[in-house]
């Protein structure tokens, strides 16, 4: 099944420790992004790559990193997060060279930061 | 910013058709129609997108005005799991020179009633 998986679906951590939020997909997607959801605010858009080594800035990148190895996975990083970082991530893919088409979205993580 | 306008909310019984109005009065000639969905905090999902032709598909159909500034979704016989913020977003497609990135809007809470 084509899917795009986000790992782990809930997270809750404290002020300044490290974590990472995976990202998979399964339909050989050049492109990929994170967006985060906040009430009032909606989805916006963090980092994207265009394709493997390749990543730019978003609109809202401040606190985040990502990094892009292989085509299938980017994994979303935050160094040192912050309560501001409270938000519900998307991940989402789609393939390039298409006539727009369709961006498919993963599950979901809802982050906490305390 | 969102180039396009819809009701915040609308109500719809289910089994009958659910039709949702976007206004894009500004929209290009090379910029696409979009609609994607979200279920209560769910990743969005794609429904279908258009350039100037009616279209349908196993989800649903969408009619663009002869002069493009607006467009209509129809959920022919809506059903509860129908229930959901409906974005319509337009732009420009990575094939001809647009971004992969989407700019959503505030959307339209559809609520299908049993």
């Known amino acids: 099944e084509a899917q795009v998986t986000q790992n782990p679906r809930y997270l809750i951590t404290v002020t300044g420790k490290k974590l990472t939020v995976t990202c998979s997909q399964n339909?050989?997607?050049?492109?990929m992004s994170w967006y985060r959801q906040d009430p009032g605010l909606g989805l916006r858009q963090i980092y994207y790559?265009?394709?493997?080594?390749?990543?730019d800035k978003g609109d809202v990148p401040e606190g985040y990193k990502v990094s892009r190895k292989e085509k299938r996975n980017f994994p979303l990083i935050l160094e040192s997060p912050s309560p501001n970082q409270t938000s519900l991530y998307f991940c989402a893919s789609s393939g390039l060279a298409r006539d727009g088409g369709a961006q498919y979205f993963g599950p979901g993580t809802r982050l906490t930061v305390l | 910013d969102a180039k396009t306008t819809q009701p915040p909310s609308m109500d719809c019984a289910e089994g009958r058709a659910a039709n949702l109005p976007c206004n894009h009065s500004t929209i290009s000639g090379n910029e696409y129609v979009y609609w994607y969905r979200q279920i209560h905090s769910q990743g969005p999902q794609y429904i279908i997108h258009g350039l100037k032709n009616n279209e349908t598909n196993e989800m649903a159909s969408l009619i663009i005005t002869e002069d493009r500034k607006s467009s209509t979704l129809i959920l022919p016989h809506a059903t509860l799991r129908d229930t959901a913020v409906y974005y319509c977003?337009?732009?420009?497609?990575?094939?001809?020179?647009?971004?992969?990135?989407?700019?959503f809007g505030k959307g339209t809470k559809l609520t299908v009633n049993p």
């Open positions: 339909m050989n997607h050049e492109y």
């Open positions: 790559s265009m394709n493997v080594e390749v990543t």
């Open positions: 977003i337009v732009r420009v497609t990575p094939l001809q020179g647009g971004s992969e990135k989407l700019v």
